[in-house]
Each structure stands twice: as C-alpha cells, then as structure tokens.
C-alpha cells in the first residue's frame, strides 16, 4: 500500500519565479492538505482540498494556489516567490469522505524541500 | 481558537534514561490531539493521537501519552531512550469543526550513549 508521496524532492528556484508541488494521497484517500515548514517551525496549515475544491485555507497569500484532480492527486503552485517562501512543503492526505470529523488522522508525505535564491 | 504550546525546544537524555516531552493545549472544547515525529530531511510520522477514548494513548516505538485535563497538557513519554528515537516531535491539535491540524513549534530530542 503507497503511502503519500510527492515530487520533486527538491526544488531551487529565484525570487518572482513560479513553481508547482505535486502530491499523490495514500490510497483510498481523498482529501489532501498542505503545510509549509519554514526552517526551525512546526508545520502551517496552507490550505485543503476536497472533491476538487478548496475546502478550507490558512493564512497564506493569494500567491498560493493549488487544485485537485478526479484522482485525487493534489498540485500546490506559488507564484511571484519570495525568499521567505523558501521551506519544507508538506502534503498530508485523510479520508474525508461523509463525516470530515475533527480528529481524522492525516498521514504526510515526505515533503518538498524549496529553496529561493 | 486551537492552539498547542510545547515547552522546551531541545531536550537530552541518555540512552536508556525516561524521556518527557511536554506539550501544553488551549481548547474551549475536548481536543483531539496528535504527536508526531520527523527524522532528518524526513516528513512527520503519526506516533499517536488522543480522540477522547482513553487518557492514557499507547503509540508506536514505545512512546505514550496521558491527556491531563485539569492541566490541559499532553505530554509525551517512554520509558527508556533509544539512540534512533533521536529526531523532532511535534505536538497538534485538530481545528474546533475541522480536521486542520495546528502543530506546536517542535522539540529536539537528542540521546547520547
């Protein structure tokens, strides 16, 4: 059974430059979520996707997009990057399905390591 | 709103000595709370999870926690360290309505022989 797994592992990229994260859930899951991991920080909530619409978000900028495909696979995009943006993104995936109860556990991937320059 | 404070950013133990984490919640109602692991350039690691069924939590590699309501805390605890525990742990609450995970800032966990 695939646990989450995501792509690339690492990223470089240069301010203003844009990027797209990729993410494919543990099977029989169909929500993801995303985190950002800046250096020396706990995870932040970015925002989560379920049945192809964002179902809720965090306090990150517009700058910050993703969408989600029938397959349940998720994509995270950043445009006009800033050197801040540079972190651990992390993708978690659960199964909402009817309840979308508090407490569903949320399996991660191993993340994507950006780096702005 | 939710939130989790974890008090003490590095913690060293030796091999084979008690190893206490400790992690603190605000909740204006019962919490679901989680810890889990990240090893280096690794993602996190569900070691266990509180969801109100017992207060003593039995988690993986040994690992327990006791939710303590009068104290609003969930630390974290084995009986004896192992050099591979060595790695970050992260405490998290689930949002109030939502599953939206909110983490602490992380502790260091070193073991020495």
């Known amino acids: 059974d695939a646990g989450v797994t995501q792509s690339p592992t690492h990223l470089i990229k240069t301010r203003g430059q844009q990027v797209t994260l990729r993410c494919s859930p543990k099977?029989?899951?169909?929500?993801v979520s995303w985190y950002q991991q800046a250096l020396g920080q706990g995870p932040q909530f970015i925002f989560q996707y379920y049945e192809e619409e964002e179902r809720q978000r965090g306090n990150f900028p517009d700058r910050f997009s993703g969408h989600q495909f029938p397959n349940y696979s998720s994509e995270l995009n950043v445009n006009a990057l800033l050197l801040g943006d540079s972190a651990l993104y992390l993708c978690a995936s659960s199964s909402y399905g009817l309840a979308g109860v508090p407490g569903d556990t949320q399996y991660f991937g191993p993340g994507t390591r950006l780096t702005v320059l | 709103a939710q939130s989790v404070t974890q008090l003490g950013s590095h913690v060293s133990v030796s091999e084979g000595a008690l190893v206490l984490l400790r992690c603190n919640y605000s909740s204006s109602v019962p919490p679901y709370l989680f810890w889990y692991v990240q090893y280096p350039n690794q993602g996190l690691q569900l070691l266990l999870k509180y969801t109100s069924a017992a207060t003593l939590v039995k988690g993986i590699n040994g690992f327990e926690a006791e939710f303590k309501k009068s104290e609003t805390s969930f630390h974290l605890t084995k009986p004896s360290a192992h050099m591979s525990d060595a790695a970050e742990y992260f405490c998290?609450?689930?949002?109030?309505?939502?599953?939206?995970?909110?983490f602490g800032t992380g502790t260091r966990l070193q073991v020495f022989p």
């Open positions: 998290a609450v689930s949002d109030d309505n939502t599953d939206k995970l909110i």
């Open positions: 099977s029989g899951h169909d929500t």
